[in-house]
């Protein structure tokens, strides 16, 4: 990799590492994926100064062609996060179905109970 690719490289990975912790900062990010992405962005940073980290860790999985494998983690770093995303997705959508039904029947009961209140008024009057 050339010097001004590695450069470049660098302030990206440190512009994302600002970034995150940024967000984390001012609570734009949840503590529960803060870790995750403070962790990922690192990962980036190290990889962009020290590309031979890179090289290093392709020669002992056998791989020729480093960025290949860079890239390769990367989609599957973010293959995994669509798929977790995808699950709490599901989740707030089962939990969102749930309190529409609470919010229906509370409803129902409040005018039920108006209803009745109406009723002993006009009744008692």
Do not use: C, N
């Not at 900062?25 to 992405?37: A, C, I």
């Amino acid at each position: 990799m050339s010097l001004t690719a590695r450069v470049v490289s660098a302030l990206l990975a440190a512009l994302v590492v600002v970034i995150i912790l940024t967000l984390q900062r001012r609570g734009g990010l949840g503590s529960k994926y803060g870790l995750l992405w403070a962790t990922t962005s690192g990962l980036m940073l190290v990889l962009a100064a020290v590309p031979d980290v890179a090289d290093t860790v392709g020669g002992w999985l056998g791989v020729d062609y480093t960025p290949s494998l860079v890239f390769m983690a990367a989609l599957g770093f973010v293959l995994i996060v669509l798929v977790h995303y995808s699950g709490e997705l599901s989740r707030s959508e089962q939990r969102i179905q749930v309190l529409m039904e609470e919010v229906a029947l509370l409803r129902r009961q409040l005018e039920e109970q108006d209803g009745e209140a109406e009723g002993e008024t006009a009744a008692g009057g």
